[in-house]
């Protein structure tokens, strides 16, 4: 029999659209060319005993490149993404300088294509969306509500609007956080930051933006509130998806005493009750995505006082590790979790190809040894931020990632830097040519 595909991937439990099958995947050119059957390729790997997950894709990262690169940059980002599953990801544009424009977004681009050792696509900034949709920017956002007047945001997503694009909202009032920063400015507990950007401020901002678009994601959802007013906009005839991170699900008000500052980002901790709703909805499918905001500093920057510290915590290598020690657990199905880590990032940020182990999809695998459980410890992660809000949790890494057919982890990075492939819009050829120059 002759050898046809490059690689099959056997004897696992492996994760289709139609749920889980003992089957081998066979890999041609990075691409799943066929389920099961009797075939040759010219590797193998032995998949026993193990499950056979889709890549996750993170909607939500910040790599801090270019910019603050001593946080993060596309390679240690990225390493950090592959080591925990993730196989592709969404960059925010609050890099420095803000990608608003054609050229913030091609040199932003031109890093990455170098850089990330994963599939990538950047978003654009609330900035010339035009020329941003004609760059491959994926969406518009995070845009960052308290950042303008309720007038200024109307704007802006009318323009999103108009230019047929995503509109991925931060969701936070900005009037209801200047009065209480300056009502609560005396205090200097960690607890006071969550106050002082209450559950109100976000479902206000939402309740605002629903009545200007009818199209919209909302980032990183942290209360029941917000979540209320998200699915009244949906009662409403707006097309509203919406996000959840690790830390609004797994963190809240009372983990200040022990984390401190480190603990400060926005939208803030909320209450026990929050987790619980939020929980629920991402079980129910009312929230559709789990979305890492990996949003690194360093420790020394994160000791500050609550008011000065940076918001924002690392997350992207231990999503995937955290969500399927809480599989294990029974707190939520590994048909949603796919759902939410895989296919519903596909379908609503349009990455093609992505997000499902069926036939002509991209070849982006995750096996993982359902039994391996592990306590995080921040000493083997690989984000230069070198700290982890999870620290003695147990979790589930990965065993292996396999990216378009090639292995890019194993315990240790396989690809190389630039081996990512960039997922946007196609650019023309005139800037094609620029970007390899």
């Known amino acids: ?59 939500h990262v910040h790599f ?30 609050n890099t420095v300088p803000r990608t ?8 932003k681009l031109e890093i990455a294509r170098h850089r990330s050792s994963i599939d990538f696509a950047l978003n654009g900034g609330p900035g010339k969306i035009d020329e941003l949709k ?30 047929g694009m995503l509109a991925c909202l931060h969701a936070e009032d900005g009037a209801i956080i200047k009065e209480k920063a300056e009502e609560l400015s005396g205090r200097h507990d960690p607890e006071v930051y969550s106050l002082s950007r209450p559950a109100s401020a976000e479902a206000l901002a939402i309740e605002k ?11 990183h959802l942290s209360s029941a509130q917000g979540l209320a007013a998200v699915e009244a906009g949906r ?16 963190l809240n008000e009372k983990d200040y005493p022990k984390q401190g500052s480190f603990l400060k980002m926005n939208p803030p901790l909320r209450r026990k009750a929050d987790n619980d709703a939020l929980w629920q909805a991402l079980r129910s499918g009312a929230i559709d995505i789990l979305a890492s905001d990996h949003a690194p500093h360093l420790p020394e920057e994160k000791r500050e006082d609550i008011w000065e510290a940076p918001p924002g915590v690392p997350g992207v290598e231990t999503m995937l590790p955290l969500m399927l020690m809480a599989v294990k657990k029974n707190h939520i199905s590994l048909e949603r979790l796919v759902d939410a880590l895989s296919a519903r990032p596909a379908k609503i940020f349009g990455l093609a190809r992505k997000g499902a182990i069926e036939r002509g999809m991209d070849a982006d695998l995750v096996i993982v040894d359902s039994k391996a459980v592990t306590e995080i410890n921040a000493d083997r992660l690989h984000s230069r931020a070198e700290w982890t809000p999870y620290q003695g949790k147990q979790a589930i890494f990965p065993r292996m990632t396999i990216l378009r057919g090639r292995v890019v982890w194993d315990g240790d990075l396989q690809a190389a830097a630039g081996y990512g492939r960039f997922l946007g819009r196609p650019l023309t050829k005139e800037k094609q040519k620029v970007l390899s120059e």
């Not at 760059?135 to 108009?162: C, P, T």
């Not at 009818?214 to 980032?219: A, G, K, Q, S």
């Not at 409403?236 to 996000?243: L, P, Q």
């Open 1 to 59: 029999m002759d050898i046809n595909f490059d690689l099959v991937v056997k004897n696992g439990r492996v994760y289709t659209s139609k749920g889980q099958m003992s089957t081998e995947v066979w890999i041609k050119d990075g691409r799943i060319a066929a389920l099961g059957g009797a075939h040759r390729a010219e590797e193998s790997i032995d998949a026993r005993g193990m499950l056979v997950l889709p890549g996750a894709i993170d909607v």
């Open 64 to 93: 801090r490149d270019p910019g603050p690169n001593y946080k993060e940059d596309w390679a240690s980002g990225s390493a950090s993404a592959a080591a925990g599953g993730v196989t592709a990801v969404i960059d925010q544009p």
């Open 209 to 219: 933006a629903c009545g200007i678009s009818e199209r919209l994601h909302i980032c």
């Open 100 to 107: 608003v424009d054609a050229r913030s977004f091609e040199e």
């Open 235 to 250: 009662r409403a005839g707006r097309t509203v998806s919406a996000e959840v991170a690790p830390h609004h699900l797994l």
């Open 134 to 163: 004609d760059a491959g920017a994926q969406a518009i956002g995070e845009i960052f509500s308290y950042e303008h007047s309720d007038r200024d945001l109307a704007a802006i997503l009318s323009r999103v609007k108009e230019a």
